[in-house]
């Protein structure tokens, strides 16, 4: 594999690597025929990342140099984020960023043509890997939001910079709401800082979702993914369900694609109860679909459908294959429903967030198909990490 990026294109990449770095600590790089895919994902499996580079990025690429094989690897996200550390560096003395793959002594080659006639080359080692895919369909969420990036980047500059999660919702008057995340575990005698940001829908390129909606998600990927975007002057379009389903942050250029995937609280946020009036708490025979799910009925929900598997490729695309999931104790299936009540309290918490906060898996739900069970379309496939085989 070998391409050459030039001019400004060398800075959209190091911005995407820096998007990228704020979900996981690995990058998988394989090139397609479509372009070159750069995706991660992080240790617990809720937020998964990805951009596509098209061709014509490129001054120059090659999927694969004459009598070499395709590959795809996967290097570590810090060594391949100091090549493009210095974001202004990049715009003021880089005039081309050739990168290429030695598959002999496994290097990822990452050569910076500077002024002067200056050149810098980092050799990077990297593993050979699996394909890292996460199949989702953003046509299938109900609630659509999109806007300029601009415009939602000036409404969560606001928020703290430690603000772990907000909540973004639908109010009255159509106008979207994005707060800051408060747990009911909250001391009461601690009066905490609550941030609220209204953006009425003529702000809005698309405002598909109705009255009362309302998820929960983590801000620090949300910030990268939106950093790139805005910098790109590009739309962003937001898909989501109801709170505990993975909500999709797409933007799409002719140069390239991007997708965050990332995990949503299961509970929703006891203050997104005041983004709607009154009457639409009441039951909806019609809203059933999509309203809020009880603890009680994860045996009914979908949620599965987006486990993670390790796609290995062998052969053509017909011939993939998924091998069985390989689970930790704690995330054994049920055996009966009295035991999935008592399990689905340590299914929800995901590693790396606060024990209080009960985050849905994109990955894992309370219900796994068995592993005799027929194979099915599973819209999100990943590579298990070492640890957990």
Request: overall charge negative; glycine content about 6%; proline content about 8%.
């Amino acid at each position: 594999m070998k391409c050459v990026v030039t001019g400004g294109n060398v800075k959209v990449l190091g911005k995407a690597v820096h998007s990228l770095s704020r979900i996981g600590d690995e990058l998988y790089l394989e090139p397609l025929e479509d372009g070159l895919s750069l995706r991660t994902v992080n240790s617990s499996r809720s937020a998964y990342a990805c951009f596509l580079f098209a061709p014509l990025f490129f001054q120059l690429y090659q999927v694969a140099t004459p009598g070499q094989d395709t590959l795809r690897c996967k290097i570590l996200m810090k060594s391949f984020l100091s090549v493009f550390r210095s974001l202004v560096m990049l715009e003021k003395t880089v005039e081309k960023c050739c990168i290429s793959m030695n598959d002999r002594n496994s290097r990822l080659v990452v050569q910076l043509h500077c002024k002067y006639g200056v050149r810098k080359t980092h050799n990077l080692s990297f593993q050979d890997c699996e394909s890292l895919q996460a199949v989702f369909d953003p046509a299938s969420c109900p609630y659509v939001l999109r806007a300029p990036a601009k415009v939602l980047g000036e409404a969560v500059l606001p928020f703290p910079l430690a603000l772990a999660e907000v909540t973004l919702g639908i109010g009255r008057g159509r106008r979207v709401i994005l707060r800051s995340y408060q747990e009911e575990e909250t001391d009461s005698t601690t009066k905490a800082m609550v941030t609220e940001m209204s953006i009425g829908e003529e702000d809005f390129q698309q405002l598909q979702a109705r009255e009362g909606v309302a998820i929960t998600f983590c801000l620090k990927e949300f910030r990268g993914f939106l950093s790139f975007a805005e910098s790109a002057n590009l739309s962003l379009s937001i898909h989501f369900d109801a709170p505990g389903r993975p909500a999709i942050f797409a933007i799409k250029d002719s140069l390239l694609d991007g997708h965050f995937v990332l995990a949503t609280l299961l509970e929703p946020s006891p203050n997104s109860q005041g983004l709607c009036s009154p009457e639409l708490h009441q039951p909806a025979p019609q809203l059933q679909a999509h309203s809020t799910p009880n603890l009680d009925d994860f045996a009914n929900d979908d949620i599965d459908s987006y486990m993670i598997a390790m796609e290995t490729t062998v052969g053509s695309e017909s011939s993939r294959t998924l091998p069985p999931i390989s689970l930790s104790p704690g995330l054994q299936p049920p055996s009966n429903s009295e035991e999935e009540d008592e399990a689905e309290p340590e299914l929800s918490t995901v590693p790396g967030t606060p024990p209080p906060k009960k985050f849905r898996s994109l990955f894992f739900g309370s219900i796994l198909a068995p592993a005799h069970s027929p194979l099915g379309p599973s819209p999100v496939l990943a590579e298990d990490s070492e640890g957990e085989g």
